[in-house]
């Protein structure tokens, strides 16, 4: 299934991966309850009531160093619940691609929009090595029509650090090739006129 929108101004549709919902949810409840096992613990044994031969300054030390940790595991406990929910969640996810923009319809985890006029999308062979982290640099030589037909561009928000590619391929169902698929009448309509240097191709 996918999220219900207006069939006018929709170019893309891809779904979310519930099975990926759930491994991030895993991937943060199992290290909260150890955190949370580990606080529950420590406070079990503390008494911090003073007597008159002590005034429990090791105790309060104790506590001082564990809510930092139990205050952790409960942030951390939470978005994993959120994560998990998402994953169950009775209603349609997906990420929809129109010409207003990118929507990502995650339920419990929201439907955070990305407006068209923030997006900034680039292949990697249009981008200069040293913009370039070091595991991409590879990528970036593959030739122009590789690119374009089995990897996902390089989708930057505005105000945002992670390009939205990454979250694309870490939560929708099918592996980069399929997205970028999927997604092309998107990047078409977005930037209709694609063009590289192909010399190189020619010598």
């Known amino acids: 299934m996918t999220p219900q929108t207006s069939a ?28 949370l096992m580990i606080a529950s613990n420590v406070f079990s044994g ?21 809510l930092p940790l139990a205050l952790g595991g409960l942030l951390i406990g939470l978005n994993g619940a959120r994560w998990l ?10 990420v ?4 207003k923009g990118i929507t990502l319809h995650l339920g419990a985890m929201a439907s955070p929009h990305y407006p068209i006029d923030a997006l900034t999308i680039r292949y990697l062979f249009e981008m200069d090595t040293d913009e370039l982290d070091e595991d991409l640099i590879y990528e970036a030589l593959q030739p122009p029509e590789k690119q374009m037909a089995e990897m996902l561009p390089r989708i930057y928000v505005t105000g945002e650090r992670e390009p939205l590619n990454n979250q694309l391929i870490q939560l929708c169902s099918g592996n980069e090739a399929q997205l970028a698929a999927a997604l092309k009448p998107f990047v078409d309509f977005h930037r209709p006129n694609i063009e590289w240097d192909d010399d190189d191709d020619d010598e």
């Open 8 to 35: 006018n101004n929709v170019l893309a549709v891809l779904p979310i991966s519930r099975g990926r919902a759930i491994n991030r949810a895993l991937l943060r409840l199992i290290p909260a309850v150890v955190m």
């Open 46 to 66: 503390l008494n911090l009531t003073p007597t008159a031969v002590s005034n429990r300054i090791t105790d309060y030390s104790k506590l001082i160093l564990i």
């Open 85 to 94: 929910i998402t994953a169950c969640w009775p209603g349609e996810l997906g």
């Open 96 to 99: 929809v691609a129109s010409t």
